[in-house]
């Protein structure tokens, strides 16, 4: 069983930085993608940053630029610097785990960190 936990959340000025860190515990295969939603109250889940095995990534068009994704295989972590934060990046933080099998795509969720960031 794979379990994400996410750490690094918390409240900031727009304009500031914080790091979200997401470590993965259990067996991942070696095809994978680790990705980053967020959820602001009153809406859906939607992906703010994806970094598969191979080293593609892929940023929602709202984060370009400022946002970074990146992971560290040995450490099974991946990590989400956010600069320039604007009060609309205020969500709870979700970190996923999918692993890509011979039988399809399993999906893994973390429990969810608070990112607000005030005016």
């Known amino acids: 069983q794979v379990q994400p936990v996410e750490s690094g959340g918390g409240l900031v000025q727009a304009g500031g930085s914080l790091r979200l860190s997401c470590t993965a515990s259990g067996i991942i295969s070696s095809s994978n993608m680790f990705s980053w939603y967020h959820q602001a109250p009153g809406k859906e889940r939607e992906l703010v940053a994806g970094?598969?095995?191979?080293?593609?990534?892929r940023y929602a068009d709202s984060v370009k630029g400022r946002f970074t994704i990146s992971r560290d295989n040995a450490k099974k972590t991946v990590y989400l610097q956010m600069n320039s934060l604007k009060p609309e990046d205020t969500a709870v933080y979700y970190c996923n785990v999918a692993i890509f099998s011979l039988s399809g795509r399993s999906d893994y969720w973390g429990q969810g960190t608070q990112v607000t960031v005030s005016s």
């Open positions: 970094i598969t095995s191979g080293g593609s990534i």
